[in-house]
């Protein structure tokens, strides 16, 4: 009875992760076959004609603080509280095997699609290929193992209902960043999130087999 109650969350994970794996090979696929032109310029217009330079400056901030230096040091302090001050190593564990993980998935499949930036209006200059964001995989994936490790840790529906608000809030803002300004088309964002939430929840999937198979007591 106890098994079959502790095997259904495992289930539920693989199979949300093959549902965002399949719905992430449907965007790979319009992108590769230029069948979603359309809905990247509909929402681009739409998030660029709110351009504002109050709107640019706090854009600017969440690109900023979504990759490079500043989450360098987000993700190593966050592994300093994990292990020094909670010696929670497992933890460390899989929050560094998504981060990394989710960093070697983006580098591969952005080698492989090969799609060029948006190259029109962009309010900053950067390189490399477009699809998928690398900004907003790595707050997905962040973010979300974040919100996973303090779950438990938070008492109360209110203190939960923060912690996920503020993660989506990362989240969502770091990706609509990309495309305030300039650099990204929402398709790369959204393909990002699909693939993100893949590699999270196998990870979660991974991360929950390896606690129960720990906690199976020595005969």
């Known amino acids: 009875m106890n098994s079959t109650k502790q095997s ?17 090979g449907l965007i790979a696929i319009a992108v590769g076959n230029l069948k979603i032109e359309q809905f990247d310029h509909v929402i681009i217009s739409y998030v660029q004609g709110m351009e504002s ?10 690109t ?3 990759g490079g230096l500043p989450v360098i040091v987000i993700i190593i302090l966050t592994m300093v509280v994990l292990f020094v001050f909670l010696r929670h190593r497992k933890e ?7 981060v990394i993980g989710s960093a070697l998935i983006n580098m591969v ?28 995989m790595s707050a997905f994936s962040f973010y979300g ?8 840790h938070i008492p109360g529906s209110l203190g939960r209902v923060i912690l996920i608000v503020l993660s989506s809030m990362f989240i969502l803002f770091i990706g609509l960043s990309r495309i305030y300004l300039g ?16 590699w999270l929840s196998c990870s979660i999937w991974g991360h929950q087999r390896l606690m129960e198979h720990s906690n199976i007591p020595h005969i």
């Not at 259904?8 to 992430?24: D, E």
């Not at 330079?53 to 969440?62: G, I």
């Not at 193992?145 to 438990?152: C, D, G, I, Q, V």
Request: hydrophobic share 45%; proline share 6%.
């Open 109 to 136: 499949l952005k080698h492989l699609f090969s799609r060029s930036r948006p190259d029109f209006h962009r309010l900053i200059e950067v390189g490399g290929y477009s699809f998928p964001s690398g900004h907003s």
């Open 92 to 98: 460390l564990i899989f929050l560094v095997t998504v």
């Open 8 to 24: 259904r969350p495992s289930f539920v994970l693989l199979y949300t992760s093959v549902i965002y794996a399949c719905l992430f």
């Open 145 to 152: 193992a974040l919100a996973y490790l303090l779950w438990r």
């Open 64 to 66: 900023w603080i979504g």
């Open 53 to 62: 330079p109050t709107l640019t400056t706090v854009m600017k901030f969440f």
């Open 183 to 198: 650099v990204h088309y929402p398709s790369d964002v959204l393909g990002a999130y699909l693939v993100s939430s893949c």
